[in-house]
């Protein structure tokens, strides 16, 4: 009895510590506070993003007429699309090529390389794709929105590769050898054995490189050209002139789709157990 | 059977990883197996048995010597141009297909026509009688059903040779038994030539032509199982494959097959094969079955304290020592009138039968 009362107390829980609930509570508190503030005030009826005056959809109905609002969304969706699929493409390339290769000099240089856009401060990358971007536009004259593609695609990759080299690290190496056993060629054993498996992982990068690229300010906004305003850039455009829960109502919109599309990922991974 | 040679390896090593990291996980290994025989590589753990496998299926290249199958040179082939399947110990199947469309992926990959596919899956289906469970997914069948679906699989392309890497390790007893008599069925059925690896000693024995017994990447005897455990040539085989005793003998002459030789008692025994000692000293295995207890001294070869008496159900062990120091187990088959004539402590005399000593080469 006092032995397993002793090992009790002496148990490490990190609940039982001083000011646990009240930090906890607080980080939350600064975390999603502002966020259910901003989606409450825009059913604000007045045009005050900060003083409440009763219920409605006027915002939303505002910015749903709003063609510039429409032309920065249909832009963001473009970019987001392309820039999602091509990063998750490349992302899975270099995922085999880094787990389903003979281990080989470089490798962790490679991984490092792959993840940069995790590592080098985003406004680095910003001014270095501005400056490079400005020569080709010198050069070719094309003004098209495939820099912007071109510049999401790459900072997409890393959070495309991640669940992907991870869905890959934890497949059964073997199934792959039976199928090579079976006269399968590399591309066969891939199509027919490895993509069936690796599908909810790339799915999973697919979905995380759809909402980064939907989320990004800073890059976009030194890249882009005018008229190419993305539903960020276009909002931080908004805050320079007099603001309204308009902003409020755009922000809710993306944040619903962000949230559907994060839980989307977790489901998967919930039921492939990853 | 035919005497013609399947596979042929031809002193191959294998060596894992550089510099002081390397392991030598096959060391110079020869080996002629048979077209059509069921051949085992039996050794202790870690003795290189799955690696020889994975050299012959093409997922490691050796690092020196070549194999050859049907005397042509595979050595440079990628697996899936090689006329060989696997049956892997965790099985392996296709989590995201159907047992028909495991069976049937082999196939699929020649590029066999549909009906063609679907009529060899069928008759694989039947041939491991899993008929029933064709469109179950594999993870809704048991263990031993997944063996079976393994092994249709690996069967369905017709290969020349097939891999079996301890596939029963998995299964419980009753369900192992029953599955080493399909295999040997299989196997005579087809007529394919198994290449079978096992550390079980038991299973290696009945199930196979021949074996080759294997220890630290090397092979050190190849045989049939009688062969093998009748004249272990070193003493690792012996020690390996059955329960041995181990003694140290005189060499008094060697004819040409024959060896005479003195016990540490001073009796003489003879023994098959000629013997090679520098020093004078043999080292000669005995396998306690064919040896008797007796109370006739000039009749004993050796003679030693009984320690222990143990009953086993079908034998009687008797744990003796020898006056020199040695322990010797005597092991006789219990009859409906045998009592129990010998008890610890006494002094009993040791018949060796005729043709029981085995010259060791080490
Ligand atoms: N890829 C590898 N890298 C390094 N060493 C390896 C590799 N594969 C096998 N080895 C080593 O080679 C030796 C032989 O291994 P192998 O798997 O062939 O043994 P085994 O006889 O099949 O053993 P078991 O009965 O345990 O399956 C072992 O010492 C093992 O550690
Ligand atoms: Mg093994």
Same mark, same amino acid.
């Given at each position: 009895m006092e032995n397993s009362l002793s090992t009790r107390r002496n148990q490490f829980s990190v609940f039982k510590q001083p000011g646990f609930t009240i930090i906890a509570l607080a980080c939350f508190i600064v975390l999603y506070m502002p966020i259910v503030v901003l989606v409450v005030y825009s059913f604000n009826s007045g045009t005050s993003p900060a003083k409440w005056d009763g219920f409605s959809l006027q915002w939303y109905a505002a910015a749903w007429n709003n063609s510039a609002v429409k032309t920065a969304t249909l832009i963001s969706i473009i970019v987001a699309c392309q820039a999602s699929l091509y990063a998750t493409i490349l992302a899975t390339m270099a995922a085999m090529g880094t787990t389903r290769t003979r281990p080989y000099r470089g490798q962790n240089v490679i991984y490092a390389l792959v993840n940069q856009p995790l590592m080098v401060p985003e406004i680095v990358t910003a001014v270095a794709l501005l400056i490079c971007f400005a020569v080709i536009k010198e050069l070719t004259d094309y003004r098209g929105l495939a820099y912007l593609v071109l510049s999401h695609t790459a900072f997409c990759i890393p959070f495309a590769y991640l669940p992907i080299r991870a869905r890959l690290e934890g497949m059964d190496r073997t199934l792959e050898l039976a199928a090579a056993d079976l006269y399968a060629n590399s591309w066969q054993s891939f199509r027919r054995v490895t993509l069936p498996q690796l599908w909810p992982g790339i799915l999973a990068g697919a979905m995380l490189a759809f909402v980064i690229s939907l989320d990004d300010v800073v890059i976009t906004e030194f890249v882009k050209a005018p008229g190419q305003d993305t539903l960020p850039t276009y909002m931080l455009g908004q805050l320079r002139r007099a603001i309204t829960p308009e902003i409020n109502a755009i922000s809710t919109a993306l944040l619903l789709i962000s949230a559907i599309l994060a839980l989307f990922v977790f489901l998967l991974g919930r039921k492939h157990g990853n | 059977m035919s005497d013609s040679v399947s596979v042929a390896i031809h002193g191959v090593s294998k060596v894992f990883g550089h510099d002081r990291n390397a392991v030598t996980a096959l060391d110079d290994v020869s080996l002629d197996i048979r077209e059509g025989e069921f051949f085992t590589l039996l050794g202790p753990s870690g003795c290189g048995k799955t690696t020889l496998l994975r050299l012959i299926a093409g997922f490691e290249h050796p690092t020196r010597g070549h194999i050859d199958l049907h005397g042509e040179e595979i050595s440079h082939l990628p697996p899936y141009r090689r006329p060989v399947n696997t049956v892997f110990q965790s099985y392996a199947l296709f989590p995201h297909m159907t047992v028909a469309e495991n069976i049937g992926f082999g196939l699929e990959m020649q590029g066999k026509s549909k009906e063609e596919t679907t009529s060899t899956v069928g008759e694989m289906l039947r041939l491991v009688q899993m008929e029933d469970l064709a469109d179950r997914r594999t993870d809704q069948i048991s263990g031993g059903q997944q063996q079976r679906v393994a092994l249709a699989r690996a069967l369905a392309p017709r290969p020349r040779v097939l891999l079996l890497d301890e596939p029963l390790s998995a299964l419980d007893y009753k369900l192992r038994k029953g599955m080493q008599i399909e295999l040997k069925r299989l196997?005579?059925?087809?007529? /394919?030539? &198994? $290449? &079978?690896?096992?550390?079980?000693? +038991?299973? #290696?024995?009945?199930? !196979? *032509?021949?074996? #080759?017994?294997? !220890?630290?990447?090397?092979?050190?005897?190849?045989? @049939?199982? =009688?062969? /093998?455990?009748?004249?272990? #040539?070193?003493? &690792?085989?012996a020690d390996f494959i059955g329960d041995t005793n181990f003694l140290d003998a005189e060499l008094l002459e060697i004819e040409r097959d024959r060896t005479e030789l003195k016990l540490p008692s001073g009796k003489p025994v003879s023994a098959r094969g000629a013997a090679r000692s520098v020093d004078g000293k043999v080292h000669i295995a005995v396998r306690p079955e064919q040896t008797t207890l007796t109370r006739d001294a000039d009749a004993a070869h050796l003679e030693g304290h009984i320690d222990n008496v143990v009953y086993s159900g079908t034998d009687t062990h008797y744990h /003796?020592?020898?006056?020199?120091?040695?322990? &010797?187990?005597? =092991?006789?088959?219990?009859?409906? *009138?045998?009592? *129990?004539?010998?008890?610890?402590?006494?002094? @009993?005399? $040791?018949? /060796? +039968?005729?043709? #029981?000593?085995? $010259?060791?080469a080490d």
């Open positions: - | 196997q005579n059925e087809t007529g /394919i030539t &198994f $290449i &079978f690896v096992t550390h079980d000693q +038991e299973e #290696a024995l009945t199930m !196979s *032509d021949r074996l #080759a017994v294997m !220890s630290q990447g090397k092979v050190l005897q190849v045989g @049939a199982p =009688r062969e /093998i455990y009748a004249h272990p #040539a070193v003493r &690792f085989v /003796i020592t020898l006056p020199g120091g040695e322990s &010797f187990v005597v =092991r006789t088959q219990n009859r409906g *009138d045998s009592g *129990d004539e010998w008890q610890a402590g006494q002094t @009993a005399g $040791i018949v /060796i +039968e005729p043709g #029981a000593v085995q $010259i060791l």
